[in-house]
């Protein structure tokens, strides 16, 4: 079945002739799409079958539209791929040179297929998960659309975005562990001319520094903003939580912008396609919580009250400029 839905990158996409009324024309842009992602822990694949973007517009001049996803014919395909081939950098092109009018727009990226049963029943042949053991369980997303947020077309000639996932936030189980649902938040709408990235290393005499085990899990959390008055953290550095669910997170917790689990061999991360702007960085050693959640550690919905920024001097402020990669090393 699954090949109706060829794998190849798109190099055509239909594109919507916007024009004015009469002798008025209206400005455009050539606008692309692109998926990436953000590694999920103990999962050897996600895949989704993406079929359109929908651009939902309040104003008389950018009206609503669908584009397609199609195939190098122009033929409308939905496309099958594996989220977890596109990190640290890489990306998949979608939809290239859709010509859009000029303003806000509200995104939704519409899969297919995938499965809409809260009880883990449902199809894997449009939407699935792997985990290491090879096990193949249903991936949810809500009525086959992620509502992923606002973006806005300029008069630039060119734009392209990057629709970046971040499964450790978006990728939720569910069902009594039987399937997996794929959540908006999470996904991440930034302009890929105006992103640039972080990349370092931790000390691995850091993964069993003080009462940490050294075969608990290990991670650096991203924030965006500085959040320090002479040396000292002004907030808590939180986990990862979903505020639309867990409603009773304190004020002063600071939720992750992204977060990603080390690798026990090896101490090497990155953070890809960031806007432009400072983000505060943070280690820690005991990635386990109240809610541990077998994925990661640390549940995705709900704050786990991870110590984070532990031990207590791995954190620091950096800042990111387009175009360019900033490194920070965490030394013991």
Not at 57 to 74: A, F, L, V
Not at 165 to 187: D, E, I, Q, T, W
Request: proline fraction near 4%; glycine fraction near 8%; charged fraction near 20%.
């Amino acid at each position: 079945m699954r090949s109706l839905f060829p794998l190849s990158t798109l190099t055509v996409i239909s594109i919507l002739g916007l024009s004015g009324c009469g002798s008025d024309s209206q400005e455009t842009a050539n606008v692309s799409f692109s998926v990436a992602d953000a590694p999920v822990d103990n999962m050897k694949a996600v895949w989704v079958t993406l079929e359109s973007v929908t651009l939902e517009s309040d104003s008389k001049k950018s009206k609503t539209q669908t584009i397609m996803i199609t195939d190098k014919n122009g033929k409308n395909s939905p496309m099958y791929i594996n989220l977890m081939d596109y990190q640290n950098g890489d990306t998949k092109l979608i939809i290239e040179n859709a010509v859009i009018a000029k303003g806000s727009y509200r995104l939704v990226l519409n899969t297919y297929g995938c499965a809409q049963s809260a009880n883990g029943t449902g199809s894997t042949d449009y939407c699935s998960v792997v985990k290491y053991d090879d096990s193949i369980y249903p991936l949810k997303t809500p009525s086959n659309k992620l509502k992923l947020g606002e973006f806005y077309v300029s008069k630039k000639d060119y734009q392209a975005y990057t629709l970046e996932f971040k499964l450790r936030s978006a990728l939720v189980n569910n069902g009594g562990g039987s399937n997996y649902n794929l959540k908006p938040h999470g996904v991440s709408i930034v302009e890929s001319a105006a992103v640039g990235s972080i990349s370092g290393t931790v000390d691995m005499n850091l993964y069993g520094a003080g009462d940490c085990p050294t075969d608990s899990g290990n991670v650096v959390y991203l924030y965006q903003g500085w959040h320090s008055t002479d040396g000292a953290l002004d907030m808590t550095l939180g986990d990862e939580y979903d505020p639309s669910v867990d409603t009773d997170v304190p004020e002063n917790v600071l939720m992750p912008y992204a977060s990603k689990l080390l690798d026990q061999d090896n101490g090497d991360y990155t953070f890809a396609y960031l806007p432009a702007g400072d983000y505060t960085l943070a280690f820690s050693c005991n990635d386990v919580g109240v809610n541990q959640n077998e994925l990661t550690g640390d549940d995705p919905e709900y704050y786990d009250q991870i110590p984070i920024g532990n031990p207590t001097y791995t954190w620091g402020e950096v800042t990111v400029s387009s175009g360019n990669n900033t490194t920070y090393d965490f030394n013991e």
